[in-house]
Structures are given as C-alpha cells and as structure tokens.
C-alpha cells in the first residue's frame, strides 16, 4: 500500500516512486509480480494518472520496473537498484552515527532515534497521510 502525504514538500510522483521502492525492499512486491494499473493507483490516491505515470516512467528508466504494452507494469526480476539503495543507506547511517558520536550522542540515544524513526514509519496514517 502506498501512502501519500498531500502536506510534504516532496512532489506526490517521487512519492510513489519511492513507495514502489519501498514496497520492493520490503518483499511486498516479488519480482516478476505484477504492478497495480497507472488508473488503479491514481484512483486511490486521488491523483491525477499523468503523475503516477511520470513515477512508473522514472521507475522503468532507473530498471526497477519493466512495462509491457497491454499487459502492465512489473517488478524487475534483477534488484540491483534496490541493493544500491540499501548500500547507500547505510553508508548514510554510517556516517550519522559518526556525527552522533563526535557530538557527544551516546550509543543508547542513538539507537532510540533509529527505533523511533522506524517506529514512526509504521504507522503513517497517523500523521494526517491519505492512503490510496
């Protein structure tokens, strides 16, 4: 399911770009599965179908998604861009918890940041965001 927050300064087509992303890495969409239609997601998002379009155009530009004509849009069957993403993720957490350490962060208040921030991501209809 793909969570679209109207309030955030991040434009509604990079948000189900980066939902699909995310349902991925979480093992939600398998590779070779199908994608809900370009008109299903608009519908239920209540966006306009030239938005979620300009996501699933980008999603197949960067490999992560293949579309064929009259038969819809799927998971790649490779998932390089998502280990990417993850690699560089990680390499972000890296270097945050280096700075938390310089600043005088200790470990415990560290880790109960991350807790809280994945925490918080579960429920995010909790924060006023429209679910499609």
Known sequence: MLYIDYKSPVP?????????????????LAPGGQLPSVRSV???????????????????????????????????????LLADRQRRALDALRKAAAQCRDAGVSPEDAARTVEETYAADAAPSEKGEKTP
């Open 42 to 80: 608009a519908q239920s998002a209540g966006v306009n179908p030239n938005t979620v379009q300009k996501a699933y155009a980008a999603l197949e530009r960067d490999g992560l998604i293949c579309s064929l004509p009259g038969r819809g849009s799927f998971l790649a069957e490779q998932g390089d």
């Open 12 to 28: 509604v087509w990079e948000q189900v770009y980066n939902g699909i992303l995310k349902l991925a890495a979480l093992g939600a």
